[in-house]
């Protein structure tokens, strides 16, 4: 327990907007002396006891024992933070300030209304540490599979709305036997079947105009073959002409036979280009229907609809496996619930007990302070219960809510003693308190001194104050004061020797003139 002492105005505030900057608080130049330079506040801090290992990595800084935490602020008013030389944000300033120091003045107060912190006060006592993890591990796990089955009836729900729809446009297309189906060779067929007859009649002039007796294509270059085979032998050249004129005979006659084949094989079949041209017309509606323009990109749509209609299957079973798992979790959080709440039961007589006895002694003798701890139908993130502190102060005054029937005076006493208990059950961050002794004197100050002192055995206490017991209770003595140093006025803060302690608790007894009592009630109060 270090104590800090010093007149009112020798600057204590000074420490701890420091360190306010430092936990990640906003600033501005203008907490400089001089806002033309720039401002640097740095802290040191023993954490090992605190296990952060696991958030300096979540937060990616560098992780040691003994941390360093600077803050710059710019003349401009920019501020820039490092931990351990690794620069960080506000937001992880705060996070791990939160964790560091807990600043306690009359004030500080809030916190004891907010029903996340009545928990932490229970479940310190109640050492349901184990309980309360396992409880918010299935919590978890259950709120993640109740939103994946909200989302998957929604879905179901959407489905349902289009699934008429989407079987309708599936069963259209499987109808149209795609996949059998050759866009190019249908219209090819269609257009041959829809003028059989023009070929009919181009195909018989051909052939009459190549088979001709006489004048035909044929009869006359068999005549220039003949001609040119008599003077083949006098030269090459007449050779290679009469094998050219040779072979256009022969696939001219080729030509006229393939002619007369295919004449006498077309007929008209109005059945098939019926059938045909109902095809055609079929597949040129659902290209332009669904704005595609081959048969392989509809095919594509075929199977994808196909595979949305089975997803309306697997959305079903998804649901039910869904289902099942929550009827499990739901038994296992309600018997964890149930256990959570037998443990907290518990432990209200003697935390209840022990927060009254600590309150009689600051002064409060008829104080009284019940945990309302009441089971709910509904999980919540503590458990299966919700709770209220109610108070009296007084007799015969019915207890109510804290925060409707406490005084700011009391309040504070409620806190302190709060934190007294909190730190014999759970590892606190370093605690100041400022000034919380102001307005207590005699034997009550005499009281909530030693109440700091016996918090100081498990964690780091600091108390800025006025009072001398609470001065004398510290097993380090600081003192603030002022200095003129040529033309200006400096803050100073150091370490108080034995004799100096005396001095100054002295003097905080009895004023600046020291008596011969105050020195010895000062010694008395350090022995």
Same mark, same amino acid.
């Given at each position: 327990?270090?104590?800090?002492?010093?007149?009112?105005?020798?600057?204590?505030?000074?420490?701890?907007?420091?360190?306010?900057?430092?936990?990640?608080?906003?600033?501005?130049?203008?907490?400089?002396?001089?806002?033309?330079?720039?401002?640097?506040?740095?802290?040191?801090?023993?954490?090992?006891?605190?296990?952060?290992?696991?958030?300096?990595?979540?937060?990616?800084?560098?992780?040691?024992?003994?941390?360093?935490?600077?803050?710059?602020?710019?003349?401009?008013?920019?501020?820039?933070?490092?931990?351990?030389?690794?620069?960080?944000?506000?937001?992880?300033?705060?996070?791990?300030?939160?964790?560091?120091?807990?600043?306690?003045?009359?004030?500080?107060?809030?916190?004891?209304?907010?029903?996340?912190?009545?928990?932490?006060?229970?479940?310190?006592?109640?050492?349901?540490?184990?309980?309360?993890?396992?409880?918010?591990?299935?919590?978890?796990?259950?709120?993640?599979?109740?939103?994946?089955?909200?989302?998957?009836?929604?879905?179901?729900?959407?489905?349902?709305?289009?699934?008429?729809?989407?079987?309708?446009?599936?069963?259209?297309?499987?109808?149209?036997? #795609?996949?059998?189906?050759? &866009?190019?060779?249908?219209? /090819?067929?269609? !257009?041959? @079947?829809?003028?059989? %007859? +023009?070929?009919? =009649?181009?195909?018989?002039?051909?052939?009459?105009?190549?088979?001709?007796?006489?004048?035909?294509?044929?009869?006359?270059?068999?005549?220039?073959?003949?001609?040119?085979?008599?003077?083949?032998?006098?030269?090459?050249?007449?050779?290679?002409?009469?094998?050219?004129?040779?072979?256009?005979?022969?696939?001219?006659?080729?030509?006229?036979?393939?002619?007369?084949?295919?004449?006498?094989?077309?007929?008209?079949?109005?059945?098939?280009?019926?059938?045909?041209?109902?095809?055609?017309?079929? #597949?040129?509606?659902?290209? &332009?229907?669904?704005?595609? /323009?081959?048969? !392989?990109? @509809?095919?594509?749509? %075929? +199977?994808?609809? =196909?595979?949305?209609?089975?997803?309306?299957?697997?959305?079903?079973?998804?649901?039910?496996?869904?289902?099942?798992?929550?009827?499990?979790?739901?038994?296992?959080?309600?018997?964890?619930?149930?256990?959570?709440?037998?443990?907290?039961?518990?432990?209200?007589?003697?935390?209840?007990?022990?927060?009254?006895?600590?309150?009689?002694?600051?002064?409060?003798?008829?104080?009284?302070?019940?945990?309302?701890?009441?089971?709910?139908?509904?999980?919540?993130?503590?458990?299966?219960?919700?709770?209220?502190?109610?108070?009296?102060?007084?007799?015969?005054?019915?207890?109510?809510?804290?925060?409707?029937?406490?005084?700011?005076?009391?309040?504070?006493?409620?806190?302190?003693?709060?934190?007294?208990?909190?730190?014999?059950?759970?590892?606190?961050?370093?605690?100041?308190?400022?000034?919380?002794?102001?307005?207590?004197?005699?034997?009550?100050?005499?009281?909530?001194?030693?109440?700091?002192?016996?918090?100081?055995?498990?964690?780091?206490?600091?108390?800025?104050?006025?009072?001398?017991?609470?001065?004398?209770?510290?097993?380090?003595?600081?003192?603030?004061?002022?200095?003129?140093?040529?033309?200006?006025?400096?803050?100073?803060?150091?370490?108080?020797?034995?004799?100096?302690?005396?001095?100054?608790?002295?003097?905080?007894?009895?004023?600046?003139?020291?008596?011969?009592?105050?020195?010895?009630?000062?010694?008395?109060?350090?022995?």
């Amino acid at each position: 327990m270090t104590v800090i002492t010093g007149e009112t105005g020798a600057g204590k505030s000074i420490l701890l907007n420091a360190l306010g900057l430092v936990l990640g608080k906003r600033a501005d130049s203008k907490v400089a002396r001089d806002p033309s330079k720039k401002c640097f506040v740095e802290a040191e801090f023993y954490i090992a006891p605190y296990k952060l290992q696991g958030l300096f990595e979540q937060h990616e800084m560098d992780y040691h024992d003994e941390t360093i935490i600077r803050r710059e602020i710019q003349p401009s008013g920019k501020s820039r933070a490092f931990v351990n030389d690794s620069p960080v944000t506000l937001q992880q300033l705060q996070t791990i300030g939160e964790l560091l120091i807990d600043v306690h003045n009359q004030n500080d107060t809030a916190r004891l209304v907010s029903e996340d912190y009545q928990f932490t006060i229970l479940d310190s006592v109640a050492d349901t540490a184990h309980l309360l993890l396992e409880y918010r591990n299935l919590f978890k796990n259950y709120k993640e599979q109740s939103q994946a089955l909200t989302h998957l009836k929604e879905e179901k729900a959407e489905a349902l709305r289009e699934q008429d729809y989407l079987q309708f446009v599936y069963q259209e297309l499987l109808d149209a036997e #795609l996949r059998t189906m050759d &866009q190019s060779s249908l219209e /090819e067929t269609y !257009e041959k @079947l829809n003028n059989v %007859e +023009a070929i009919q =009649e181009g195909l018989s002039e051909a052939l009459q105009i190549l088979v001709q007796e006489e004048t035909g294509g044929v009869a006359l270059l068999t005549r220039v073959r003949g001609i040119l085979q008599k003077i083949q032998s006098f030269g090459s050249e007449y050779q290679e002409l009469w094998e050219r004129v040779n072979s256009s005979l022969i696939e001219l006659e080729d030509v006229s036979e393939e002619l007369e084949g295919s004449l006498e094989t077309l007929d008209a079949n109005p059945e098939l280009l019926a059938a045909t041209n109902e095809k055609l017309k079929n #597949l040129y509606r659902l290209q &332009q229907k669904h704005a595609m /323009e081959s048969v !392989e990109e @509809l095919i594509e749509f %075929e +199977a994808n609809l =196909e595979q949305k209609l089975a997803r309306f299957t697997s959305v079903d079973d998804g649901i039910l496996t869904l289902e099942k798992e929550l009827e499990s979790l739901n038994i296992k959080l309600e018997a964890q619930g149930v256990k959570l709440h037998e443990k907290r039961e518990q432990a209200l007589p003697s935390l209840q007990e022990h927060i009254e006895q600590l309150l009689q002694q600051l002064g409060l003798p008829n104080a009284r302070i019940a945990f309302d701890l009441q089971k709910t139908p509904s999980y919540r993130m503590h458990g299966m219960d919700a709770l209220e502190v109610l108070f009296s102060a007084n007799k015969g005054v019915k207890m109510g809510p804290i925060e409707k029937v406490a005084s700011g005076g009391e309040m504070s006493r409620v806190m302190l003693v709060v934190k007294a208990i909190l730190a014999q059950h759970k590892e606190l961050p370093t605690i100041i308190f400022d000034e919380i002794d102001t307005g207590v004197s005699g034997e009550i100050a005499h009281k909530m001194a030693e109440i700091l002192s016996a918090i100081s055995k498990k964690v780091q206490v600091f108390s800025i104050t006025h009072l001398p017991q609470t001065a004398a209770k510290g097993d380090f003595h600081k003192k603030v004061y002022k200095v003129d140093d040529k033309g200006m006025t400096r803050t100073l803060i150091k370490d108080l020797s034995q004799e100096e302690r005396i001095l100054e608790i002295a003097q905080m007894i009895g004023g600046s003139t020291v008596s011969d009592s105050a020195l010895l009630h000062a010694k008395q109060l350090l022995n």
